[in-house]
């Protein structure tokens, strides 16, 4: 066997240990968050109160199990959905910009949940269909309008940008025309919340990003196979027309399910894959440092939503907008740099 292979075997070793430890945190870092968010309330409830109204019912069972819990449930699995949708466009971009926030896939997931509100009757499965038709709809006029560069690159990052922006416009012309009533729910669901997320609201979300998340399971491989350029990919077999299509089904169902129920949260699509990336010290965008980064930053975000103006609770989206406004500017300012 030869040096360079002995070199790079343990460098792949080195690199997969440091995933698991890095992954192995970042769950210790969210069951902390979890237990936090359950002991948080009206009522501050001490672990051993939340422990007890968990596995052993109890005076608190109810408040902690059908109000608390939900929430952090629901902060922790739509915040590993957006991290998996941003790792899956930002690997078919090859670009850390590449998320569905950025590139419009948020704005037209939530077109499609505003027409399911203002022209049908907005229950939960018409939000969940019309928005992942939205997010669908708008994926396919950005690969129409980026066809050059098909699904990678900055050009359809530019293109997504400026589809982004006149479906913001689209957005608030349908919010204007609305009755007053809907046009004041679809303004404040627009900033993304979980306020008052209960289990019937979340149930099939979970089933349907569970779908999605073993679709990604799947494919995986060939994803990170892609990534790493067509040529190699197809040396390799990997069926890149087949597999773009079952990644931004993927992609957008993740993001899409999301805004169907808290509204668009952003920047956690953007910020969740590249910081798992750095953490790791991945050459790609892995899913799991992505999913689990995604979870702790979006759980983490609605903590503070509710700590900082308490009583009252801030939509999650604002804080989540702070701080990835912050990052994308640090973001930008690193890609200017390389150029």
């Not at 505003?114 to 009757?121: D, H, Q, R, S, W």
């Not at 892609?226 to 597999?243: K, N, Q, S």
């Not at 609605?302 to 406004?325: E, F, M, R, S």
Request: glycine fraction near 12%; charged fraction near 10%; aromatic fraction near 4%.
């Amino acid at each position: 066997m030869s040096t360079v292979t002995l070199r790079a075997g343990r460098v792949l070793v080195a690199v997969e240990r440091r995933s698991t430890v890095v992954a192995a945190g970042l769950v210790a870092a969210a069951a902390a968050l979890a237990l936090l968010g359950l002991c948080h309330g009206q009522d501050w409830a001490t672990p051993t109160e939340v422990f007890d109204a968990l596995f052993r019912g109890g005076d608190a069972a109810v408040v902690i199990r059908e109000w608390r819990l939900p929430r952090v449930a629901a902060a922790l699995v739509f915040g590993a959905s957006l991290g998996l949708a941003g790792a899956v466009f930002q690997n078919l971009t090859r670009n850390p910009l590449g998320s569905p926030d950025v590139i419009g896939l948020d704005a037209g997931a939530y077109t499609g949940a505003l027409v399911a509100i203002t022209l049908l009757n907005g229950t939960a499965g018409q939000l969940a269909a019309g928005s992942v038709a939205g997010g669908l709809l708008a994926a396919a006029l950005i690969y129409v309008l980026s066809l050059d560069s098909g699904l990678s690159g900055l050009r359809l990052i530019v293109v997504g940008i400026a589809v982004n922006a006149m479906l913001t416009a689209l957005n608030s012309w349908i919010v204007l025309r609305a009755e007053i009533d809907v046009a004041l729910a679809a303004t404040g669901w627009n900033a993304g919340s979980l306020n008052g997320v209960d289990w019937s609201e979340v149930r099939l979300p979970f089933a349907v990003i569970g779908v999605f998340v073993l679709l990604l399971v799947v494919i995986s491989h060939a994803m990170h196979q892609a990534a790493l350029g067509d040529e190699i990919a197809r040396t390799t077999g990997v069926r890149l027309g087949r597999l773009r299509l079952l990644l931004v089904l993927a992609g957008v169902g993740c993001t899409a399910t999301v805004t169907a129920v808290a509204g668009p949260v952003v920047f956690i699509a953007l910020a969740a894959p590249q910081i798992g990336r750095r953490l790791a010290r991945a050459a790609g965008v892995p899913l799991v440092p992505a999913a689990l980064t995604g979870a702790v930053l979006l759980l983490a975000a609605d903590l503070v939503a509710q700590l900082l103006l308490a009583p009252v609770a801030l939509p999650v989206g604002v804080v989540t907008t702070v701080i990835g406004g912050g990052y994308l500017i640090w973001l930008l300012g690193m890609e200017v740099k390389r150029r």
